[in-house]
């Protein structure tokens, strides 16, 4: 399985067909199978976006084993539980040659959508929820998958509905078509603990306080029992998919008129 990867700087992409091919090929196949697949066809283009959620954590060290210096991008929304930042710290020290990126959203714009709308604007309503989502996350992300052929999600089918067709490999049309890779898209959260706990990967602290997905702090808490492990993500929302907007495109109409509004602000305030 291990192999030196050579680092590859010319771009690599696919048509839809071609992709279905390795699709149907690598869609019985084990996780480090498909990861190994990735990584050697993209090279350096490549990079394993994660939350540092257990999934994310099981890609992360089935690639190190295969190429140490992968590249891994997170996300600083500004929101996030002291838990995560230090855990971030801790997951750096534990794979100490990856390649990290954190991202940040740009200062205008939060600032701007403070400003119109309120610091926890995201309890106002979905729209307000899923506009928070893309100033703080989905644009910073947004940003960096334009560098980039490929990436690596934690992405399980049994999560939610909206995830329950995705493929182990498959072209992001959301994203200029960049393949993106959920290797795991097949397995249960019980076999991500199992691997976690058999090759002393890290897990995050709050898994052990009743979390099983994990976000901002204050959109995230333990589920109840028998809720689906989405369950804690905007709890308080009734009928909007527990998304925030990455992996799906989610259009109300007013959350895209209002970010449209904020950009212009941000401008004038980055003008200034
Ligand atoms: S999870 Fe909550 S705080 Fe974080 S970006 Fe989304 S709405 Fe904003």
Redesign the pocket.
């Known amino acids: 399985m291990t192999q030196l990867l050579e680092r590859t700087s010319e771009r690599v992409s696919f048509d839809d067909l071609e992709i279905g091919e390795i699709a149907l090929d690598l869609d019985d196949q084990e996780p480090e199978d498909v990861i190994e697949w990735g990584l050697s066809t993209f090279g350096d283009r490549i990079a394993i976006v994660t939350a540092l959620q257990a999934d994310g954590m099981a890609i992360l060290d089935m690639a190190v084993k295969i190429k140490p210096d992968v590249r891994v991008i997170t996300v600083d ?4 539980p002291q838990e995560t930042y230090q855990f971030i710290d801790e997951v750096r020290a534990h794979y100490p040659r990856t390649q990290w990126d954190v991202l940040f959203p740009e200062a205008t714009e939060v600032e701007a959508m403070v400003q119109r709308r309120g610091v ?3 309890r106002n309503s979905v729209e ?10 989905v644009r910073p992300l947004v940003k960096a998958l334009q560098g980039l052929d490929a990436w690596f999600t934690g992405l399980r089918r049994d999560q939610w509905a909206s995830r329950a067709a995705i493929k182990k490999v498959e072209l992001d049309h959301d994203h200029e078509g960049i393949v993106k890779i959920n290797a795991l898209a097949d397995w249960e959260g019980d076999e991500v603990e199992a691997y976690l706990k058999e090759n002393g990967a890290p897990v995050h602290p709050l898994y052990a306080q009743g979390f099983t997905s994990l ?6 808490r333990p589920i109840q029992q028998g809720e689906n492990d989405r369950a804690g ?2 709890w308080w929302e009734t009928g909007a998919p527990k998304e ?1 907007g990455i992996h799906c495109p989610i259009e109300t109409g007013s959350f895209e008129h209002e970010a449209q509004a904020i950009f212009a602000e941000a401008e004038r305030r980055s003008a200034r």
Do not use: D, H, S, V
């Open positions: 929304t500004g929101r996030l926890n604007l995201f307000e929820r899923m506009l928070c989502c893309q100033i703080r996350k976000g901002c702090a204050p959109c995230t993500r905007w925030c």
